[in-house]
């Protein structure tokens, strides 16, 4: 794949972006229609604010489709670029899994086991660190905040079976 | 001199031990947060927000939590100084102005003069701000004791539509983000009806959507992902501070004292306004350049292109905590996470604070003074040692700084789905950046949406549905007209082109 080929353009972006803001502009007065958005018995109804905050999205957003469609040549330019768009992922995706990891249905490492296991795979993924080097700058920042948070602080984080293990849960 | 006795009193709250400490902690903590990328002031604030909780119970503990997050913010402001002029990276979207001037002098070999200058200018600047704070907030805060309902909401008016007015962008944009930021607020159990609004039958919203999250996702996972997509390699000159320098460039500063106080009077004046600071950098830098003897010269690396910006930025930082304890509007999204951090605490912001809480407000003012001395003692000394943390290679600051914003994430209101929901932020955050979409206003409508709801409510409950209650008296037509004013400034302008453009056509 060519590094520097335009995943999308900007006008695409634009349009999309504008388009998802008009979809939940239109969601949110539809919602508030449901409430009641006129004047009640006693007042204004629950939805009386709401529903004109979600018809000054849509109307804003449409205008930003309007312009979008007329932005000429700065439209075509590249919203972002393929090796872009992977050095974005190559943070995103480690993000999400090391989010999962913390907390998610079936079972729970705790954040701190999360953050070591997370900031290893970073430094030996992007930084190509040598094991000697990520060991102890991993497990030594984890150390530091877990005597931050649970020690000094007293502000306790979700913990796993590790924790447990020397008496923390 | 009422407030002279006030404030010394406030000097009392704020001189002990305990707080002094808090304060070079906060400085220290807050010129680390303002070099690093992906930490700012708002979610630097927002994620050391949750370790105040207990702190606050205690008593006097307000004014010791307030001190400690005031301070991280005025050294984020002193921070993003080091890496506009060391690395060519605005640390704050108010640092870019600085950049201008403060690369060029570190290439040069004058690094040291471009960050005394610059730390001890955004030290002028804030000290000015602050003064201005002492004598007229609580003249504002005594005259918003007759506000109503009516004049509330129209504050927020006009709040709002400076940020529309102001906008270097899409005024449109602007509005969509400020909207979506009502919409995200209003998500949840509305407080006057107690009915369910925008949850769809999801049970993880019902609590509704916490802005200290959002600001989380939005300026800091937001901020890491438009940073590693620029690549990953800082070049940065280096820095070398010593005292020989610190006085020379003291020395040289006298001279720039037009520039200086021109600069301090435009940063006030617009920090009042929301989203004032990063204007006000660069009107202050414009307005140098074109009344400066050596004007040509900007841009070149002169010592005046550093003071214009810095010494408007800070005082506009800094004034911007004027509406916020007297009215209760913050004018930045800063700003708004300390109100958010009031609330928290179980503080009402708005003019009675003055009244009800004042040793509180009289603190947190004298701590504004002695932060500021600190925060410039603390940035002269260790300026070596904060830029040697920019030295650490992306791949270890990178992961650090994720953990501490999800850390950060979970500890508002202990639950992991606020850690999924700061990661959706965060992507938004990159879209926002990429597609020229202003956060601010989303922020500060997510921070004041149900008050603002609250107070239009009331309005209009008060006149039966009539909109004219907002043209009712001379007080709040005048807020609601200069709101309205500023929302069409910008089609007031081009209609103005217009006008002129074809009366120069004709004639």
Same mark, same amino acid.
């Given at each position: ?42 007042? !204004?109804?629950?939805?009386?604010? !709401? ?59 705790? /954040?701190?086991?999360?953050?070591? /296991? ?12 040598? %094991?000697?080097? /990520? ?16 020690? %000094? ?17 | ?35 690093? +990328? ?34 991280? $913010? ?15 990276? +605005? ?42 704070? #002492? ?14 309902? &009516?004049?509330?909401?129209?504050? $927020?008016?006009?709040? =709002?539509?400076?940020?529309? @007015? ?52 939005? =300026? ?13 390699? =800082? ?35 617009? @920090? ?6 990063? &204007? ?42 004027? +509406? ?18 009031? *609330?928290?605490? @179980? ?33 002269? #000394? ?38 999924? *929901? ?21 922020? *500060? ?15 209009? *409950? ?46």
């Amino acid at each position: 794949m060519d590094e520097g080929k335009p995943v999308t353009s900007v006008r695409v972006a634009e349009l999309a972006m504008a388009g998802i803001f008009l979809a939940l502009g239109a969601l949110v007065m539809w919602d508030s229609r449901r409430l009641g958005a006129s004047w009640g018995d006693d007042g !204004p109804q629950a939805g009386y604010f !709401p529903f004109y905050v979600g018809l000054l999205i849509v109307a804003s957003s449409a205008a930003t489709i309007f312009k979008a469609l007329n932005l000429g040549e700065r439209g075509r330019a590249a919203f972002v670029q393929w090796g872009q768009l992977r050095m974005v992922l190559t943070v995103m995706a480690p993000t999400v899994v090391y989010v999962a990891m913390i907390a998610n249905p079936w079972f729970s490492l705790g /954040i701190y086991t999360s953050s070591a /296991i997370f900031m290893a795979f970073f430094m030996w993924y992007l930084g190509k660190y040598r %094991w000697t080097k /990520i060991v102890p700058i991993s497990l030594g920042v984890v150390v530091f905040f877990f005597l931050m948070f649970e020690v %000094w602080f007293k502000v306790p984080l979700p913990k796993g079976p590790l924790e447990a293990m020397i008496g923390f849960t | 001199m009422h407030e002279i006795q006030s404030l010394m009193a406030g000097f009392a709250v704020a001189m002990s031990w305990f707080n002094l400490a808090l304060m070079l902690a906060g400085v220290s903590l807050g010129v680390l947060i303002g070099v690093l +990328p992906g930490l700012g002031g708002a979610n630097g604030v927002a994620i050391l927000l949750p370790l105040t909780f207990t702190m606050a119970q205690q008593p006097g503990g307000t004014t010791s939590a307030i001190i400690l997050l005031s301070c991280i $913010y005025w050294g984020a402001l002193f921070g993003g100084a080091i890496t506009s002029i060391l690395f060519n990276i +605005p640390g704050e979207p108010w640092s870019v102005a600085t950049t201008f001037d403060g690369y060029p002098l570190a290439q040069k070999g004058r690094a040291g003069a471009a960050l005394t200058a610059a730390f001890t200018s955004s030290f002028v600047g804030a000290l000015v701000a602050v003064i201005l704070i #002492t004598f007229v907030s609580p003249i504002i805060a005594r005259f918003a004791l007759r506000f109503g309902p &009516p004049e509330f909401f129209s504050v $927020y008016l006009l709040t =709002f539509s400076a940020f529309v @007015g102001m906008a270097r962008g899409s005024p449109f944009k602007t509005i969509t983000a400020m909207m979506t930021g009502f919409a995200l607020a209003a998500v949840g159990i509305d407080t006057v009806t107690g009915q369910l609004r925008l949850t769809f039958g999801f049970e993880s919203l019902l609590a509704g959507f916490d802005f200290l999250i959002a600001v989380i996702g939005l =300026f800091g996972i937001g901020e890491i992902l438009l940073t590693i997509e620029e690549g990953l390699e =800082f070049k940065g000159t280096n820095a070398k501070l010593n005292m020989k320098v610190v006085i020379e460039t003291w020395k040289e500063l006298p001279r720039y004292w037009k520039t200086s106080l021109r600069a301090s009077f435009v940063g006030c004046m617009m @920090g009042i306004v929301p989203g004032g600071a990063t &204007p006000a950098s660069f009107m202050s830098y414009g307005l140098a350049k074109k009344l400066s003897r050596d004007g040509e010269k900007f841009g070149t690396g002169v010592v005046e292109g550093v003071v214009a910006p810095e010494t408007a930025a800070h005082a506009a930082g800094t004034s911007a905590l004027l +509406p916020m304890i007297t009215l209760g509007v913050p004018g930045s999204p800063t700003a708004a996470v300390l109100l958010g951090g009031l *609330l928290i605490w @179980g503080l009402q912001p708005g003019p009675l604070l003055f009244t009800e809480k004042a040793d509180f407000v009289w603190g947190l003012i004298a701590s504004m003074y002695l932060g500021n001395i600190v925060g410039l003692i603390v940035v002269l #000394t260790c300026v070596p040692l904060f830029a040697s943390i920019l030295r650490i290679p992306f791949a270890i600051i990178a992961p650090v700084i994720l953990v501490i914003c999800a850390i950060g994430a979970y500890t508002v209101h202990n639950s992991m789905f606020d850690v999924w *929901l700061m990661v959706v932020f965060g992507i938004l955050g990159y879209v926002f950046k990429k597609l020229d979409y202003p956060m601010a206003p989303l922020v *500060l409508a997510l921070v004041l949406g149900d008050r603002a709801e609250d107070s239009f409510r009331q309005a209009m *409950l008060g006149s039966q549905g009539d909109m004219r209650i907002f043209f009712d008296n001379g007080l709040v037509g005048t807020i609601t007209g200069a709101a309205l004013l500023l929302l069409f400034s910008p089609l007031i302008s081009r209609a103005l082109a217009i006008v002129r453009g074809r009366g120069g056509r004709s004639g």
